[in-house]
T-cell receptor, first 112, second 114 residues
Framework: AQSVTQPDIHITVSEGASLELRCNYSYGATPYLFWYVQSPGQGLQLLLK??????LVQGIKGFEAEFKRSQSSFNLRKPSVHWSDAAEYFC??????????FGKGTMLLVSP | NAGVMQNPRHLVRRRGQEARLRCSPMKGHSHVYWYRQLPEEGLKFMVY????????ESGMPKERFSAEFPKEGPSILRIQQVVRGDSAAYFC????????????FGPGTRLTVL
């Protein structure tokens, strides 16, 4: 069965510092991978997605992610974090009849 | 172009009552998905529907929960005889095509069972 692991429940980063959020997946076939962001009390907004092709994917708000098949990873990165990036981030893999399997999320806190 | 709409945004029910959650997909989208987010948990898939068809309900609890997506009108997630453990945020998503595709999420309905 497919699964997604986000090993970090909370991460605190100083404003202006770089960010990397980890995501590992388990899926038998070619994975279709996503990163979503959720602000408190809000729905999920898609940051970026990987379907095929270039393993480095650019998304909105200056985020990027790199697909590494050998490590079953799809880590999210941003070179310089802004206070407005504080939110919860979810990694997901698409499987079955178009259903998303999510990780448990990583809460990003940004310190001044 | 309106996004996915869900109503109500907040719903309070007493134990034993029924909860009805509505989802209107984005214009042109014919696929609807329901997910549940429990406190300190990620989102869990519940059900996938197309118009008048349930495609995958493998994530739906066997009892008290049902979903529909009629030919006309919004998709409805219905929870009968709610219990406190049903308190959660329920998210609807829609997509225009079958896999692989991006799912667009609504703002969610936060159900509180007293």
């Amino acid at each position: 069965a497919q699964s997604v692991t986000q090993p970090d429940i909370h991460i605190t980063v100083s404003e202006g510092a770089s960010l990397e959020l980890r995501c590992n997946y388990s899926y038998g076939a070619t994975p279709y991978l996503f990163w979503y962001v959720q602000s408190p009390g809000q729905g999920l907004q898609l940051l970026l997605k990987y379907f095929s092709g270039d393993t480095l994917v650019q998304g909105i708000k200056g985020f990027e992610a790199e697909f590494k098949r050998s490590q079953s990873s799809f880590n999210l990165r941003k070179p310089s974090v802004h206070w407005s990036d504080a939110a919860e981030y979810f990694c997901a893999v698409l499987s079955g009849y178009s259903t998303l399997t999510f990780g448990k999320g990583t809460m990003l806190l940004v310190s001044p | 172009n309106a996004g996915v709409m869900q109503n109500p945004r907040h719903l309070v029910r007493r134990r034993g009552q029924e909860a009805r959650l509505r989802c209107s997909p984005m214009k042109g989208h014919s696929h609807v998905y329901w997910y549940r987010q429990l406190p300190e948990e990620g989102l869990k898939f519940m059900v996938y529907l197309q118009k008048e068809n349930i495609i995958d309900e493998s994530g739906m609890p066997k009892e008290r929960f049902s979903a529909e997506f009629p030919k006309e009108g919004p998709s409805i997630l219905r929870i009968q005889q709610v219990v406190r453990g049903d308190s959660a945020a329920y998210f609807c998503a829609s997509s225009p095509l079958r896999e692989p595709n991006e799912q667009f999420f609504g703002p969610g309905t936060r159900l509180t069972v007293l």
